[in-house]
């Protein structure tokens, strides 16, 4: 019964900032990658950041000096910090996961229901 829970979402002006946070929960033996996806209405999903076990980053290049990813591994949880937030950056932001549930079974991916950022210019 895993579940990734996002909070921190919001509406906030443009230039503000807002940090996102999503805990897994559940029955884990491990974690991979995590990571924060965007949708706005009418566009595709689209990948905002992901961080791996060990720390390394990727973002998009839209929010890349703007927003940071990290994780909390000892917590299930993995954050975004976001700053300088822009009118473009509105969206409900997912959390993803790779998650193993025990030592013999296979990685599956999760997916949060999503927390809406918007950002008013």
């Known amino acids: 019964q895993v579940q990734l829970v996002e909070s921190g979402g919001g509406s906030v002006q443009a230039g503000g900032s807002l940090r996102l946070s999503c805990v897994a929960s559940?029955?884990?033996?491990?974690?991979?990658?995590m990571g924060w996806y965007r949708q706005a209405p009418g566009k595709q999903r689209e990948l905002v950041a992901r961080?791996?076990?060990?720390?390394?980053?990727n973002y998009a290049d839209s929010v890349k000096g703007r927003f940071t990813v990290s994780r909390d591994n000892a917590e299930n949880t993995v954050y975004l910090q976001m700053n300088s937030l822009k009118p473009e950056d509105t969206a409900t932001y997912l959390c993803?996961?790779?998650?193993?549930?025990?030592?013999?079974?296979?990685?599956?991916?999760?997916w949060g229901k999503g927390t809406l950022v918007t950002v008013s210019s």
């Open positions: 559940g029955s884990i033996f491990n974690i991979n990658d």
């Open positions: 961080i791996t076990r060990g720390g390394s980053t």
């Open positions: 993803n996961a790779d998650i193993r549930r025990t030592s013999v079974s296979v990685t599956v991916n999760y």
